[in-house]
């Protein structure tokens, strides 16, 4: 009896879902094989390609930006931190006061608060630091650096009772009280000045945060967009107190500095403020930005970073407690502005310690202070227009109400700000991922599925040939033989059986 004998590979091509596998295994005619031969390797290669770019893709970890508005029925008020250019009261200084910082700021400048635009050219080479904007003299010409310590000794006989230059600065600087504050209302109720404001030392000495307390039961907030439903401050910048001066490296200007932060972040007013002179009334319109990034290996944030002096991680608190931890551990004191219990850095340290070690954050910062951008923070957008104060019409009525008689002094001394929110709405960015892991799978099926006719099944038939042709040599029954039917010997047997009854019938 003939017999046909039918391998695994042949069963498996006309068994699998894959296209085209069946056609080859079928047909005996060559040039029809070969041209679907063609057909699933042409389909593989286009496949792989296309699978290729996919994966690239993937790798790349690209990032789409969703902008979105939404809004709400109140937002909470932000922190609000003013401060006045003039950083030290006259009426407050003595004789003494003035030779030292006289003395301290021409040999050391080391009443200079802004270490970041400091001149560290000359720091740690022997020679007096460069005042920035202003020519040495002959005088500091002479002067030798063997002069810190007679400063010193100098500050010694002067405070012999001890000098903290913390405690001077918030003694002798820039007060809030009711003759620096002539009003002050939020959302059209007087404020209490004492409660709603908190010092904070500033690059400006003392400066002062409204709002700043982010644990209040009720926190502060503005139900209704525009103009008198925020913060309003009349604010009397004192200008017969100012000791500015340029021998002192002092600010030329005069007024106050504001800037809106969150209440969990530190105010950097040297690089964040808004000026505002006397004479001025300043509207503050509000947007509240927020942004959320994403972690490695999309974007540059990190969740689990924590601050020591600061609640909530910021790009700008890492900065600040950056340089505060290498001079904490280098000088073992902080600068006046700095948070932490540490004692203040005296003039000596300053001058021989502090200065060296921000000279060198400063040209080595990346390798100095890790600190990456918040994986979520809020900014505020000011949109920001100015008023001449006050109007002829009202200069004697505001003399008189204010008890200052002169009707120039509101022009040289009083400044206004109104803080409020534009509307009562905020701009959401948040980085998603472009290309995410369930995308690359839904793409490697498409083009499997495109070309090859390819699904999951699929693949697991091309397992299971894999192992039934790897475990061939252990299995007889892999080849498997079958016979063609005798139908001759067929219809002989049919024909007997059928005699076989007929005889019965008749019997």
Request: charged content about 20%; glycine content about 6%.
């Given at each position: 009896?003939?017999?046909?004998?039918e391998?695994?590979?042949?069963?498996?091509?006309?068994?699998?879902?894959?296209?085209?596998?069946?056609?080859?295994?079928?047909?005996?005619?060559?040039?029809?094989?070969?041209?679907?031969?063609?057909?699933?390797?042409?389909?593989?290669?286009?496949?792989?390609?296309?699978?290729?770019?996919?994966?690239?893709?993937?790798?790349?970890?690209?990032?789409?930006?969703?902008?979105?508005?939404?809004?709400?029925?109140?937002?909470?008020?932000?922190?609000?931190?003013?401060?006045?250019?003039?950083?030290?009261?006259?009426?407050?200084?003595?004789?003494?006061?003035?030779?030292?910082?006289?003395?301290?700021?021409?040999?050391?400048?080391?009443?200079?608060?802004?270490?970041?635009?400091?001149?560290?050219?000359?720091?740690?080479?022997?020679?007096?630091?460069?005042?920035?904007?202003?020519?040495?003299?002959?005088?500091?010409?002479?002067?030798?650096?063997?002069?810190?310590?007679?400063l010193?000794?100098?500050?010694?006989?002067?405070?012999?009772?001890?000098?903290?230059?913390?405690?001077?600065?918030?003694?002798?600087?820039?007060?809030?009280?009711?003759?620096?504050?002539?009003?002050?209302?939020?959302?059209?109720?007087?404020?209490?000045?004492?409660?709603?404001?908190?010092?904070?030392?500033?690059?400006?000495?003392?400066?002062?945060?409204?709002?700043a307390?982010?644990?209040?039961?009720?926190?502060?907030?503005?139900?209704?967009p525009?103009?008198?439903?925020?913060?309003?401050?009349?604010?009397?910048?004192?200008?017969?107190?100012?000791?500015?001066?340029?021998?002192?490296?002092?600010?030329?200007?005069?007024?106050?500095?504001?800037?809106?932060?969150?209440?969990?972040?530190?105010?950097?007013?040297?690089?964040?403020?808004?000026?505002?002179g006397p004479?001025?009334?300043?509207?503050?319109?509000?947007?509240?930005?927020?942004?959320?990034?994403?972690?490695?290996?999309?974007?540059?944030?990190?969740?689990s970073?924590k601050l020591?002096?600061?609640?909530?991680?910021?790009?700008?608190?890492?900065?600040?407690?950056?340089?505060?931890?290498?001079?904490?551990?280098?000088?073992?004191?902080?600068?006046?502005?700095?948070?932490?219990?540490?004692?203040?850095?005296?003039?000596?340290?300053?001058?021989?310690?502090?200065?060296?070690?921000?000279?060198?954050?400063?040209?080595?910062?990346?390798?100095?202070?890790h600190?990456?951008?918040s994986?979520?923070?809020?900014?505020?957008?000011?949109?920001?227009s100015?008023?001449?104060?006050p109007?002829?019409?009202?200069?004697?009525?505001?003399?008189?109400?204010?008890?200052y008689?002169?009707?120039?002094?509101?022009?040289?001394?009083?400044?206004i700000?109104?803080?409020?929110?534009?509307?009562?709405?905020?701009?959401?960015?948040?980085?998603?991922?472009a290309?995410?892991?369930?995308?690359?799978?839904s793409?490697?099926?498409?083009?499997?599925g495109?070309?090859?006719?390819?699904?999951?099944?699929?693949?697991?038939?091309?397992?299971?040939?894999?192992?039934?042709?790897?475990?061939?040599?252990?299995?007889?029954?892999?080849?498997?033989?079958?016979?063609?039917?005798?139908?001759?010997?067929?219809?002989?047997?049919?024909?007997?059986?059928?005699?076989?009854?007929?005889?019965v019938?008749?019997?």
């Amino acid at each position: 009896m003939p017999e046909e004998e039918e391998t695994i590979e042949k069963r498996f091509a006309n068994s699998t879902s894959a296209h085209g596998f069946s056609r080859v295994a079928e047909t005996s005619f060559i040039p029809r094989k070969l041209f679907w031969i063609a057909l699933i390797l042409g389909g593989l290669g286009v496949s792989s390609w296309q699978i290729t770019l996919r994966f690239q893709k993937f790798y790349r970890r690209e990032t789409n930006s969703a902008v979105s508005l939404n809004y709400e029925a109140k937002l909470n008020f932000p922190a609000i931190t003013i401060c006045n250019v003039n950083k030290y009261m006259a009426s407050q200084l003595t004789a003494v006061d003035h030779e030292l910082l006289n003395a301290a700021n021409s040999i050391f400048e080391y009443d200079n608060y802004d270490y970041y635009n400091y001149d560290y050219t000359n720091v740690g080479s022997g020679e007096v630091p460069v005042v920035p904007g202003i020519e040495k003299s002959d005088s500091l010409d002479l002067i030798k650096p063997q002069d810190l310590d007679t400063l010193i000794n100098n500050i010694s006989t002067w405070y012999p009772g001890g000098f903290d230059y913390a405690n001077f600065t918030r003694e002798k600087g820039w007060q809030l009280n009711e003759e620096s504050i002539l009003l002050c209302e939020f959302k059209g109720v007087r404020c209490n000045i004492s409660r709603v404001f908190t010092h904070q030392f500033t690059s400006f000495g003392n400066c002062y945060t409204f709002n700043a307390n982010d644990t209040r039961k009720r926190p502060l907030y503005q139900d209704q967009p525009g103009i008198g439903n925020g913060l309003m401050l009349v604010v009397n910048i004192q200008q017969s107190e100012y000791t500015e001066t340029i021998t002192r490296s002092g600010r030329i200007e005069a007024g106050i500095v504001f800037q809106v932060h969150p209440q969990y972040e530190p105010p950097l007013l040297s690089s964040k403020g808004t000026a505002v002179g006397p004479g001025f009334h300043a509207y503050a319109g509000l947007q509240e930005l927020e942004t959320v990034n994403l972690e490695p290996p999309y974007g540059p944030c990190n969740s689990s970073q924590k601050l020591e002096y600061f609640a909530n991680y910021t790009l700008s608190g890492c900065i600040i407690e950056c340089r505060l931890r290498h001079i904490k551990d280098k000088c073992g004191c902080k600068p006046v502005e700095y948070p932490g219990n540490l004692s203040t850095c005296d003039p000596k340290k300053m001058v021989e310690c502090v200065k060296p070690v921000l000279k060198d954050i400063k040209g080595n910062f990346t390798d100095r202070c890790h600190c990456n951008v918040s994986c979520s923070s809020i900014k505020y957008g000011l949109t920001l227009s100015y008023g001449t104060f006050p109007n002829q019409n009202v200069e004697s009525e505001l003399a008189t109400k204010w008890g200052y008689g002169d009707t120039t002094f509101a022009k040289n001394n009083l400044a206004i700000i109104d803080v409020y929110f534009e509307e009562l709405n905020y701009h959401k960015t948040e980085q998603n991922v472009a290309y995410e892991e369930s995308a690359l799978i839904s793409d490697i099926g498409g083009q499997l599925g495109l070309f090859l006719g390819f699904s999951i099944l699929t693949i697991l038939e091309f397992l299971e040939y894999l192992v039934l042709r790897l475990a061939a040599p252990c299995n007889s029954e892999i080849k498997t033989k079958k016979v063609a039917p005798d139908n001759k010997g067929h219809d002989m047997e049919v024909k007997n059986r059928n005699l076989e009854m007929t005889k019965v019938a008749y019997s």
